[in-house]
Every structure is written in structure tokens, then in C-alpha cells.
């Protein structure tokens, strides 16, 4: 016994202490993969809604085939929901 504290109270403390710290990270983690899968829904959305005007910003290579450019400008939404949609899932995880 150490100032009125066993030993066993006192690793007892620091394990629920732990177990505290770790179910935040886990909280933390799932709000994280959430709030990071709808920004992908949204970017994703947002580029089928606009059309071609949604790819104005991007500027790819030059020295890229025009089809590859058009694939990638097409299948860049999808691919940006697909990716937000196991995000928020927790799909495909470790």
C-alpha cells in the first residue's frame, strides 16, 4: 500500500484511464471517416451535377492521350462517390 492506494487500485485507474483514451480514438476515427466520405460524395456529386464545367479547375498533363483524359474526366465522379460511400461504410478498412 502506497499513501492510502493499493497497487491494484492504482493499475486498475490506469487501465480504465486507457480504455477511455481508446474509445475516443475510436469515436474520433469513425466521425473522421464519415465527415471524410461525404466530402468525397460531395466533390463527386458536385462534378456529375456541373457536367464538363465541373473539370475547369483541373488541368492534366499534356503529354496524355485526349481518351485517357476523357476517361479519367469521366469516371472521376464515380469513383470519388464509390470511395466516399466505403468511407462512411468502414468497408475495405485495414
Not at 492534366?60 to 469521366?74: G, R
Amino acid at each position: 500500500m502506497c499513501n492510502g492506494i493499493s497497487i491494484r487500485s492504482w493499475i486498475d485507474n490506469g487501465l480504465e484511464e486507457h480504455k477511455m483514451k481508446e474509445g475516443f480514438r475510436d469515436w474520433l476515427g469513425i466521425w473522421a471517416r464519415i465527415f471524410l466520405g461525404m466530402v468525397f460524395i460531395v466533390a463527386g456529386a458536385g462534378k456529375l451535377l456541373a457536367g464538363s464545367q465541373g473539370f475547369e479547375p483541373f488541368v492534366l498533363p499534356s503529354f496524355l492521350p485526349q481518351a485517357l483524359t476523357e476517361s479519367i474526366y469521366a469516371g472521376l465522379p464515380y469513383i470519388e462517390i464509390l470511395i466516399g460511400g466505403l468511407l462512411i461504410l468502414g468497408i475495405a478498412m485495414k
